[in-house]
């Protein structure tokens, strides 16, 4: 049985850092980080395989947030830089035991954390 523990979100302001964290029990293949910010559809953020050789990211936050992933600590993390109101979200660890590519989708993962807010205030 696979499961997802998300933690550290918080309110912070712009230009601030965050990371997230996700505790991961079982064993997964590709994982990510998901988001939904109210009255949006969740959207992918960043994914990593599990040897973590290869990540994607969406487009907005490239350059800014970087996923990775410890399997000995059984752990994936979500590094935020440079936070921007819109980024305001509940973010989501997700994770794959069919996929072994970075860039998921909705549909690819069957595992889901409930999810960490993270707010930015402008």
């Known amino acids: 049985q696979v499961q997802l523990v998300e933690s550290g979100g918080g309110l912070v302001q712009t230009w601030a850092s965050l990371r997230l964290s996700c505790a991961v029990s079982?064993?997964?293949?590709?994982s990510g980080w998901f988001r939904q910010a109210p009255g949006k559809e969740r959207e992918f953020v960043a994914g990593?395989?599990?040897?973590?050789?290869?990540?994607n990211y969406a487009d907005f936050v490239k350059g800014r947030f970087k996923i990775s992933r410890d399997n000995i600590k059984n752990m994936v993390y979500l590094q935020m830089n440079d936070l921007r109101p819109e980024d305001t979200a509940v973010y989501y660890c997700?994770?794959?035991?069919?996929?072994?590519?970075?860039?998921?989708?909705?549909?690819?993962?069957?595992?889901w954390g409930r999810g960490t807010q993270v707010t930015v205030s402008s």
């Open positions: 997700a994770g794959t035991t069919t996929f072994t590519v970075p860039a998921l989708t909705l549909r690819d993962c069957a595992y």
């Open positions: 079982g064993r997964i293949f590709s």
């Open positions: 990593i395989t599990r040897a973590a050789t290869n990540t």
